[in-house]
């Protein structure tokens, strides 16, 4: 893609530029570079920070990295099509000298040029919730996203009567996550549900206002479509508020994530059930794994953070609401 392209270069002319710089700052600012003393110095950037799964993950990272003695910073830029950004927050971690970067990519290609640059610094980096097409991050701590989607389509049959039109609202197709959670949905219906025709994929950036819209688009097309799936928070928000706005009743809406609009959502019935994720589970992880390879251990290839299906019946059992992002 011409974007990625760009993108690549861009990273690429910006990782060459931070060879040429120093050391990042002493400061024992929270934001400041590494090269403190003792305590190590964590970059975390993830693909977002409005949306309450990533302040969950924060959450996360922030309690372990209280426990482990490490210094964190976590940034996000503000929406998740914002892969420019996030370039440049990657570019601006790297310039404080951390002793680790965590990463979750917007765009699973264009941040290459930068981390090759960390690897030729030797900071290790761990990718999280989205992962990297690349070999230089040391482990991916993450739901298996795939796995996961295949739970969200098996729900969807069930709960459809295992026949009608499906369709999909999906983040994106450029992050790890957004291809997985849309392909784990897809191929599960083919291989088990042949009386089920899924339409094709709709995609509006997890923005809850255009993911409404496209609903809304997709209904009036398609009158008799008998569920809708949304890929992440801001898609199942949208796409319920698109039902909402376009006053259709009867369409079952199955999700992905657990903020407290998708807990009322369910808790309404509203929407049938979703996926949850563990998300201060990931940050945990991601600073544990960060620690390790700062200390020189050896990681897993994965971390598999795990997942959980969640709707009106379980919704407030001790192990869901444990992995509800609140």
């Given at each position: 893609?011409?974007?990625?392209?760009?993108?690549?270069?861009?990273?690429?002319?910006?990782?060459?530029?931070?060879?040429?710089?120093?050391?990042?700052?002493?400061?024992?600012?929270?934001?400041?570079?590494?090269?403190d003393g003792d305590q190590p110095y964590i970059a975390i950037v993830s693909k977002g920070f409005q949306h309450q799964f990533w302040q969950a993950v924060k959450k996360?990272?922030?309690?372990?990295?209280?426990?482990?003695?490490a210094r964190i910073t976590f940034e996000g830029p503000p929406t998740e099509k914002d892969i420019e950004q996030q370039i440049t927050m990657l570019t601006n971690a790297m310039a404080k000298q951390p002793?680790?970067?965590?990463?979750?990519?917007?765009?699973?290609?264009?941040?290459?040029?930068?981390?090759?640059?960390?690897?030729?610094?030797?900071?290790?980096?761990?990718?999280?919730?989205?992962?990297?097409?690349?070999?230089?991050?040391?482990?991916?701590?993450?739901?298996?996203?795939?796995?996961?989607?295949?739970?969200?389509?098996?729900?969807?049959?069930?709960?459809?009567?295992?026949?009608g039109k499906v369709a999909v609202v999906a983040h994106d197709q450029t992050s790890q996550t957004g291809k997985d959670r849309r392909d784990g949905f897809l191929e599960w219906m083919k291989a088990n549900a042949?009386?089920?025709?899924?339409?094709?994929?709709?995609?509006?950036?997890?923005?809850?206002?255009?993911?409404?819209?496209?609903?809304?688009?997709?209904?009036?097309?398609?009158?008799?479509?008998?569920?809708?799936?949304?890929?992440?928070?801001?898609?199942?928000?949208?796409?319920?508020?698109?039902?909402?706005?376009?006053?259709?009743?009867?369409?079952?809406?199955?999700?992905?994530?657990?903020?407290?609009?998708?807990?009322?959502?369910?808790?309404?019935?509203?929407?049938?059930?979703?996926i949850t994720q563990n998300p201060i589970g990931i940050g945990e992880e991601v600073v544990k794994a960060a620690m390790k390879a700062i200390k020189g251990e050896s990681l897993p290839k994965t971390i598999d953070t795990g997942y959980f299906w969640y709707d009106k019946s379980n919704i407030n059992d001790p192990e869901i609401q444990a992995v509800l992002y609140k």
């Open positions: 893609m011409i974007r990625n392209a760009r993108l690549m270069a861009t990273a690429t002319a910006l990782a060459l530029g931070l060879a040429a710089c120093g050391s990042g700052g002493g400061s024992n600012d929270s934001a400041a570079g590494g090269g996360g990272a922030e309690q372990e990295a209280q426990k482990q003695g002793d680790a970067i965590g990463f979750a990519a917007l765009d699973s290609k264009a941040a290459e040029g930068l981390l090759q640059q960390a690897k030729s610094q030797n900071i290790p980096v761990i990718a999280f919730d989205s992962g990297v097409e690349s070999d230089i991050p040391l482990t991916t701590a993450a739901t298996d996203s795939k796995k996961a989607a295949g739970e969200a389509a098996k729900k969807m049959a069930e709960l459809i009567g295992n026949k042949p009386e089920i025709e899924v339409l094709p994929v709709q995609y509006g950036d997890g923005d809850q206002a255009k993911s409404a819209d496209i609903t809304k688009s997709i209904l009036g097309a398609n009158p008799d479509v008998k569920g809708v799936y949304g890929t992440n928070e801001g898609s199942a928000i949208g796409v319920v508020k698109g039902l909402e706005e376009s006053g259709k009743s009867g369409v079952t809406v199955v999700g992905f994530d657990s903020g407290q609009a998708q807990i009322d959502a369910i808790t309404s019935g509203v929407e049938a059930g979703a």
